[in-house]
C-alpha cells in the first residue's frame, strides 16, 4: 500500500525515474533509437495510447514499453542496482509506464507499482549475485523481467493467484545474452525494453486466464537451475524476501556519474585523479586493477579493448576509459563519439594499459577499481577508488541527479521544456499518469 512507503523511498524512486527519463531524451538522438521506432512502427503502423519518450509519437503499450525501456538504456547511462548488477528502472519504468497510460493511472499507483517492480528485479537478481554474468546472461533482461511483471499485475489489478501464473509465463520469455560484447552488437540496448515488453505479454495472458509454471525460480527448470547450471548451488534464495517491505532495496539503487558500463567507473575516476601525473615523467605502461568478475566483460579480448570500433565497444573498455580519462580528465557522452575513439593520443595510452585481478577487490557489493602509472624512471603512482561513485555508502545526492538530468535533456529539449518534465516527476504522487505522458509528448 502507498501508506507502507518511506518518504524517503518515494523520494529516491521519483529522483531514480528522473534520470532515467533525462537519459531516454538524450538517447534520441542517436540512430538506434530511430532505428527501433521504426522497426515498431513497421510491425504495427497504427498509433496508441503511451508516448514514445521524446519522440513526438505514440505507440501501443507493448511497443512503446519496449522502445522506452531502450532509451532509458541505450547510453548505458541509467541506474544500477550493484548486489543483483541490474538495470532495474529502464524495464521497470518502461513496464508500469505503459500499463499505467493504458489504466489512465493516477501517478501515486504508478509510483507505488514501479518501487514495488524495483524491488522484486533487484531482488530476483540478488539471488544469483553475479553468477549470471558468468553463466553468459545479462541480468537486466532475465530478472528484470520479474520486476515489470509485477509492476504490471499491480496495476492491472491481478489477484495473486494470477499474479503468480504471470511469472510463471514469463520464464518462458526471460532471455539476454552477453554475445554482443565481442562484436559490440546494439543487442543489449533492447533487453530492458524486451523484458518490459514482454511481460506485459505475460500478465495480459494470465489476466484471460492462462497457466504458467508456479515454480517459476525454484523448478527443476525454473529460473536459477536452467540459466545457471552446475552455478545453482552459488544461489542464496533468501535474499529474494529478506527484509522485504523493511530493507528497501530500491536506495541501494547506484546512479552513474559516467556513461559507461559500471565496471569500468572507478578506474576512469583514478585515472582522472592520476591525469596530472604525466606531466612528471615519461609514461612506460599503466596497470588497471580490477575484480575477477570485470575481466570477460570489460578487459578481454584486449586488442579490441584497446581499440573500440563503436560506442558500445567503448563503454565497454577499461584500456579505453582508462585513456580517456589520462587524456581529458573525464569520461562524458563526447567519448562515444568516432572522433574521440580514433584520437591517436587516446589510442596510444590505451596500448599501454594492462590489466591484473585484485583479490581483495568488495565485488559485487561495490565496483571498485585501482590504477598503477610506471614510469620509465621507475617511478609508480596509485591511485584506488574502493566504492564507486553513486554506490550505497557513495551516493550521488538528489540535486546532483536534478543536474545530470537537466544536463542530458539539453541535448534534445529547450529548457523550458525539461523544467516542466522535472517538476512533473518530482511531483508524480499528486498528478495522474495522463499528465506526465504529456509533458513526455512535448
Known amino acids: ?47 496508441g495510447p503511451v508516448p514514445v519518450f521524446g519522440m513526438q509519437a505514440h505507440l501501443p503499450a507493448r511497443d512503446a514499453a519496449l522502445i522506452n525501456g531502450l532509451l532509458i538504456h541505450g547510453l548505458d547511462y541509467d541506474d544500477t542496482h550493484p548486489g543483483s548488477v541490474v538495470h532495474a528502472t529502464a524495464s521497470v519504468f518502461a513496464a508500469a509506464f505503459s500499463v499505467a497510460c493504458q489504466q489512465d493511472s493516477t501517478g501515486e499507483d504508478l509510483l507505488l507499482a514501479y518501487v514495488a517492480g524495483m524491488e522484486v528485479a533487484t531482488r530476483v537478481g540478488m539471488v544469483a549475485g553475479g553468477v549470471f554474468h558468468k553463466a553468459g546472461f ?30 510463471g509465463i514469463a520464464l518462458s520469455m526471460a532471455a539476454g545474452t552477453l554475445e554482443f560484447l565481442k562484436e559490440g552488437a546494439g543487442t543489449k540496448r533492447f533487453h530492458p525494453g524486451w523484458a518490459a515488453s514482454s511481460a506485459i505479454v505475460a500478465v495480459a495472458l494470465a489476466r484471460r486466464g492462462m497457466s504458467g509454471p508456479s515454480t517459476t525460480y525454484e523448478g527443476q527448470y525454473g ?38 558500463c559500471h565496471f569500468v567507473h572507478a578506474c576512469i575516476d583514478a585515472a582522472s585523479a592520476l591525469r596530472p601525473e604525466l606531466a ?15 575481466v570477460p566483460v570489460v578487459c578481454e579480448p584486449v586488442a579490441q579493448k584497446r581499440r573500440p570500433s563503436n560506442a558500445y565497444e567503448a563503454q565497454f573498455s577499461v584500456q579505453y576509459g582508462i585513456a580517456t580519462a589520462l587524456r581529458h580528465g573525464k569520461f562524458g557522452l563526447q567519448a562515444l563519439e568516432p572522433e574521440a575513439m580514433q584520437d591517436p ?29 610506471h614510469f620509465a624512471d621507475g617511478r609508480q603512482v596509485v591511485h584506488k577508488e574502493p566504492i564507486n561513485r553513486g554506490a550505497p555508502g557513495r ?11 537537466m544536463d542530458n535533456a539539453a541535448l534534445a529539449w529547450p529548457v523550458t521544456a525539461a523544467s516542466a518534465l522535472r517538476d512533473g516527476v518530482l511531483n508524480l504522487p499528486h498528478i495522474r499518469t495522463r499528465e506526465l505522458a504529456q509533458l513526455l509528448a512535448a
Open 395 to 405: 551516493p550521488i545526492a538528489h540535486a546532483d541527479i536534478v543536474t545530470k538530468f
Open 223 to 260: 529460473l536459477y537451475a536452467s540459466h545457471l547450471g552446475a552455478a545453482l548451488d552459488a544461489c542464496r534464495m533468501e535474499l529474494a524476501t529478506q527484509g522485504l517491505g523493511v530493507a528497501w532495496e530500491l536506495m541501494r539503487v547506484a546512479v552513474k556519474p559516467i556513461p559507461a
Open 280 to 294: 612528471r615523467g615519461e609514461l612506460s605502461h599503466i596497470v588497471a586493477r580490477v575484480a575477477q568478475g570485470y
Open 1 to 47: 500500500h502507498w501508506r507502507d512507503l518511506p518518504a524517503e523511498v518515494v523520494a529516491q524512486g521519483q529522483h531514480l525515474i528522473l534520470d532515467a527519463l533525462g537519459i531516454a531524451l538524450a538517447s534520441g538522438r542517436y540512430p538506434f533509437a530511430q532505428q527501433t521506432f521504426l522497426a515498431m512502427q513497421d510491425l504495427c503502423p497504427s498509433t
Open 138 to 167: 545479462h541480468p537486466t533482461a532475465v530478472a528484470g523481467i520479474f520486476g515489470c511483471v509485477i509492476a504490471a499485475a499491480r496495476l492491472w489489478g491481478l489477484d495473486e493467484a494470477q499474479t503468480v501464473q504471470a511469472q
Open 345 to 373: 593520443l587516446t589510442q596510444a595510452l590505451a596500448d599501454k594499459v594492462r590489466y591484473e585481478v585484485d583479490p581483495d577487490a568488495d565485488y559485487p557489493k561495490y565496483f571498485p577499481g585501482e590504477v598503477v602509472l
